[in-house]
């Protein structure tokens, strides 16, 4: 089991970013997905989450109305997009694989994260 986030970087406050992670090693379309971060000196922040079949989708307080979380079963790729950053947004953000196909929070696979910074 694998997952490889990639799309983060450098972004002004405002901007926006969409972040992907790819997975292999399981059955993709089986599983519900989440995202989470960690910021400087914080602890592990669950932001959103989708159902396997992407029918359902969760979201943090922080993030809502200004992240999107996608998934292609197809292409066994998972995606955040993030608008209207903002520098509170700066963080690593890791992708994880749920242990069932409907939101448990019990996740038993990490990604290495991408980082986010956000600033001007």
């Known amino acids: 089991v694998q997952l490889v986030e990639s799309g983060g970087g450098l972004v002004q406050p405002g901007g926006s970013l969409r972040l992907s992670c790819t997975a292999s090693?399981?059955?993709?379309?089986?599983?519900?997905m989440s995202w989470a971060r960690q910021a400087p000196g914080k602890g592990l922040e669950w932001v959103s989450g989708?159902?396997?079949?992407?029918?359902?989708?969760y979201y943090a307080d922080s993030v809502k109305g200004r992240f999107t979380i996608s998934r292609d079963n197809a292409k066994n790729t998972l995606y955040l997009q993030m608008n209207s950053l903002k520098s509170e947004d700066t963080a690593v953000y890791y992708c994880?694989?749920?242990?069932?196909?409907?939101?448990?929070?019990?996740?038993?696979?990490w990604g290495q994260g991408t980082q986010v910074t956000v600033s001007s």
């Open positions: 090693g399981f059955t993709f379309g089986s599983y519900s």
């Open positions: 994880a694989k749920d242990s069932g196909q409907y939101l448990r929070y019990e996740y038993d696979r």
């Open positions: 989708i159902w396997s079949d992407g029918s359902d989708t």
